[in-house]
Nanobody, 122 residues
Framework: QVQLVESGGGLVQAGDSLRLSCAAS????????MGWFRQTPGKEREIIAAISRSGSNSYYADSVKGRFAISRDNVKRMVYLQMNSLKPEDTAVYYC???????????????WGQGTQVTVSS
């Protein structure tokens, strides 16, 4: 079992930056690939970034490529999402998730946090 808690969300203006954090407890997070997802009302939860267990490989959705960066610190059991040049369309609830392998498929992530709201005003 892995417990995940996101933090760092908030209300910002377009062009600002935020760093989301995901704190993991329970089993060693180093044994899991990690992903960041986001969801807006009426839409499916979509993956925006993922990172392998070691941190050597990562994936970004086209919508955030070049603006967001995922990283992890397995010693501290933390995963981060640095978000730069935020846009109003980035407004969503952001979730971190843990799964056995680096994948884009939502259903292959076994553990989820409760989410943190990010609101970007224009």
């Amino acid at each position: 079992q892995v417990q995940l808690v996101e933090s760092g969300g908030g209300l910002v203006q377009a062009g600002d930056s935020l760093r989301l954090s995901c704190a993991a407890s329970g089993r060693a997070v180093s044994g899991y690939a990690m992903g960041w997802f986001r969801q807006t009302p009426g839409k499916e939860r979509e993956i925006i970034a993922a990172i392998s267990r070691s941190g050597s490989n990562s994936y970004y959705a086209d919508s955030v490529k070049g603006r967001f960066a995922i990283s992890r610190d397995n010693v501290k059991r933390m995963v981060y999402l640095q978000m730069n040049s935020l846009k109003p369309e980035d407004t969503a609830v952001y979730y971190c998730a843990a799964g056995p392998v680096l994948t884009l498929r939502r259903e292959q992530y076994d553990y989820w946090g409760q989410g943190t709201q990010v609101t970007v005003s224009s």
